[in-house]
């Protein structure tokens, strides 16, 4: 809208020609100028100026809608509305479950099920819609190389085996997964770019990005001069592309995160934390036999992970308020938490169960559910729920 | 009368050429009338007509603004200013600390900002104050509309049928206990339905879309006289990408800040507006401030920092030119925004909830 022609605008050609002489041709150059700067340009009185800028803002302004049309074209499409997780207690405590239309971000420490979650999304999409799908294609963004076409197919002959029960119905669903594979910050955004067309081909319902923050964070070192400034600028440019794409086509948009832990001394990093949920070295954490269970899935680099695990302790431990040691929250900072709407975090609890808690989401309270991963994806632990 | 040519707000053009043909004052200019100008000047009988238009006009309002007409003037006493005050709504928000701290709530033609760390409650009580400000006024409301205008697509319709839903019951409880007859009449409109259709809804998708919107406010405030409440959430999230050239984001903050008093004002409107946090690195430690520069912080006529502390939402009164600076904690339930502690039995004739300086009032009347 912004980049919309002032031809588009409906003015007249002289005076588009008049403004394109001093590089003025879409409505935000145009909008961007004060009165007295378009009285110089456009070489009318002060009345006519205002004029022309209630044609260019009418050209341009989002159209108005009450909430009482919202809901009731929510309520016509209630499906459409959510992609249910098929984890009852969390799609109940989220109003359906997670909402298309916005962001949702899932972070934990590394092994602790985002890819498997993210894999279990993508069955559930493809779905019918009388399953609580969405009937439709899914695009699986991958910059770690850790998506398993296997463990899709396990996961759906295992969760739903009425419904695939028979290997075409498995074929068809492995087909309507495209995954795509980007290794780097500007690939990754041209990728973004092109996915409006692709969407409405494909008819996609959903969009997965597994995981956002090892390609920033590969390619971004904050210490270094002017890097924070343009990692904010991506993130908030990829943000904002993704938004428009899921409010634009009402799908939902899963991204993952890691976590960081944040070493320094002295209260100062409270600061940092953006809600206490959000710390994740307030909960308990450890268990000294983690490594050596067999159903913990060693990531590629072990050695980090047991290096965080420890850290993750030696927070938990120093206890309370003060934070001396560190604490351990969401990467990828604070423009990012905003950019957001829906935050859910998974964490270690006494292995096998992990926790998978709500810590950010406009319609649900902080809440907590415990959950083991089996061969058909996540299984919630019912008894222990809240 | 004396009004020079070149302060005319007439085509660069033209003053130019008034100013080279050796006119000085817009006295001249009248005098000539159109045919004469139109000779000087070189320019056609129709433009020197609607030159002198303009010029008229300009002279007329500056005339009757030094004569102190009270259609146009825009000055006026304290006392005047007291009793409008007094006599003005605010927009409560259901929580009583805070609207004590607030003085009484939302305050009408000012601006006021909310900023907080993402998740802390910004866009939660501002839909609050979405449906509050349509409460009747036999219940301490200001029955106006709303307009949202939303940068960042947080807005849940869901979320607002269920505020919307919470505030009705409330003010069926006390039309229950109080059972007048215009509190019974109220309730026959102020319904789920009428409250979600006098929110009006934008949704800007980057700052020249709310540049734009902000341009037409005015035209649709003037057609929905009704409005009390402009919300505009996340006034931050487009200005904060993009933008290479900072000196253009500032004087584009503060144009939008002029245009939004001059909203307020006219319209006797409470504008709201939230902003995000952003860290700041400093010497040896780093602290999160409101983002948007230094700068941005004179736009706000009242500001409050959302945070928490240890697992407690507090909502801190940082800027305000008539109450205290006070942190108060709040609660977001499934109903909206509430209080820590709920007020102690809501059957009270008192009406805990509402508004202390319309409770006195009433007092007064009977």
């Known amino acids: ?386 | 009368m004396q009004r020079d040519v070149g302060s005319l707000p007439l085509a660069p053009a033209l003053r130019a050429r008034l100013v080279a043909a050796g006119f000085q004052t817009a006295q001249e200019v009248l005098e000539t009338g159109p045919c004469g100008l139109s000779k000087e000047i070189g320019i056609s009988k129709e433009e020197a007509l609607e030159a002198l238009q303009v010029v008229r006009q300009e002279c007329h309002s500056d005339a009757t603004r030094t004569a102190g007409a009270p259609g146009t003037s825009r000055k006026c006493t304290a006392l005047e200013l007291l009793e409008q005050e007094q006599a003005q709504g605010f927009i409560i928000t259901f929580c009583s600390a805070l609207d004590n701290v607030l003085g009484g709530g939302v305050q009408l033609t000012k601006i006021t900002e909310i900023c907080g760390a993402p998740g802390v409650g910004k866009t939660q009580l501002c839909m609050q104050l979405a449906v509050d400000v349509q409460i009747p006024e036999c219940f301490g409301g200001l029955a106006g509309e709303a307009v949202f205008i939303d940068t960042e697509g947080s807005f849940m319709v869901d979320r607002v049928v269920d505020i919307a839903a919470a505030c009705v019951q409330h003010c069926q409880l006390i039309a229950e206990a109080h059972q007048e007859e215009d509190h019974l009449k109220a309730l026959e409109t102020f319904s789920l339905e009428s409250i979600l259709s006098h929110i009006y809804y934008f949704r800007c998708r980057d700052y020249t879309e709310l540049l734009a919107e902000v341009y037409l406010l005015p035209d649709f405030l003037s057609e929905h006289s009704k409005v009390r409440l402009v919300v505009i959430d996340g006034i931050a999230f487009p200005f904060r990408h993009d933008f290479e050239d900072l000196s253009l984001r500032t004087r584009l903050l503060n144009g939008l800040a002029q245009q939004l008093i001059i909203i307020a004002n006219d319209h006797k409107a409470a504008v709201v507006l939230t902003n995000q946090m952003t860290t700041r690195i400093g010497q040896s430690q780093s602290t999160l401030v409101p983002a948007l520069g230094e700068s941005w912080g004179h736009a706000a006529t009242v500001r409050l920092i959302f945070h928490w502390d240890n697992n407690q939402r507090l909502a801190t009164l940082y800027k305000s030119p008539s109450q205290k600076e006070s942190t108060i904690p709040y609660h977001i339930t499934p109903h909206g925004f509430r209080d820590v502690q709920p007020p102690a039995v809501t059957q009270n004739p008192e009406g805990t909830e509402m508004n202390p300086r319309k409770r006195l009032r009433r007092e007064e009347e009977k």
């Open chain 1, 1 to 386: 809208m912004a980049a919309k022609k002032l031809r588009r605008a409906r003015l007249s050609q002289e005076l588009c020609e008049r403004l394109s002489r001093h590089q003025i041709t879409t409505c935000q150059d145009f909008l961007c100028l004060s009165l007295l700067d378009l009285m110089k340009v456009t070489g009318q009185s002060y009345g006519n100026v205002q004029k022309l800028l209630c044609k260019v803002s009418l050209a341009c302004a989002p159209k108005m809608q009450t909430a009482y049309e919202m809901k009731v074209r929510r309520a016509v499409n209630p499906s459409s509305a959510f992609l249910s997780t098929s984890l009852h207690g969390l799609d109940k405590v989220l109003h359906g479950g997670v909402p298309c239309g916005s962001l949702t971000e899932i972070t934990s420490p590394p092994g602790c099920g985002k890819t498997q979650f993210c894999i279990m999304m993508s069955v559930l999409a493809t779905l019918p819609i009388s399953m609580g799908g969405l009937n439709g294609a899914v695009i699986y963004i991958d910059t770690e190389s850790a998506f398993s076409a296997e463990r899709l197919v396990e996961i759906a002959g295992n969760r739903f085996p009425a419904y695939f029960d028979s290997d075409e119905k498995l074929f068809s669903m492995t087909c309507s997964v495209y995954l795509y594979r980007e290794l780097t910050c500007g690939s990754v955004l041209k990728r973004i770019k092109s996915l409006e067309e692709e969407i409405i081909s494909k008819k996609v319902k959903l969009i997965i990005i597994d995981s956002v923050a090892s390609v920033v964070r590969k390619e971004f070192d904050t210490k270094l001069q002017g890097n924070l400034t343009e990692r904010s600028n991506f993130l908030a440019r990829g943000a904002s592309l993704l938004k428009y794409l899921a409010e634009e086509f009402s799908i939902p948009v899963i991204l993952t995160n890691q976590i960081t832990t944040r070493l320094s001394n002295g209260p100062a990093i409270q600061a940092d934390l953006v809600s206490p949920a959000d710390d994740l070295s307030l909960s308990e954490v450890l268990d000294s036999s983690l490594q050596s269970h067999p159903l913990v899935r060693l990531p590629k680099n072990r050695l980090e992970s047991s290096r965080i695990l420890l850290e993750i302790c030696l927070a938990g431990a120093s206890g309370g308020r003060k934070r001396e040691s560190g604490c351990v929250t969401a990467a990828l900072g604070n423009t990012w938490s905003h950019s957001v709407n829906t935050r859910l975090i998974l964490q270690y609890h006494d292995l096998p169960t992990r926790q998978i808690r709500v810590a950010k989401s406009p319609v649900a309270p902080f809440s907590t559910f415990f959950y083991t991963i089996e061969k058909s994806g996540f299984v919630l632990q019912e008894t222990d729920s809240e």
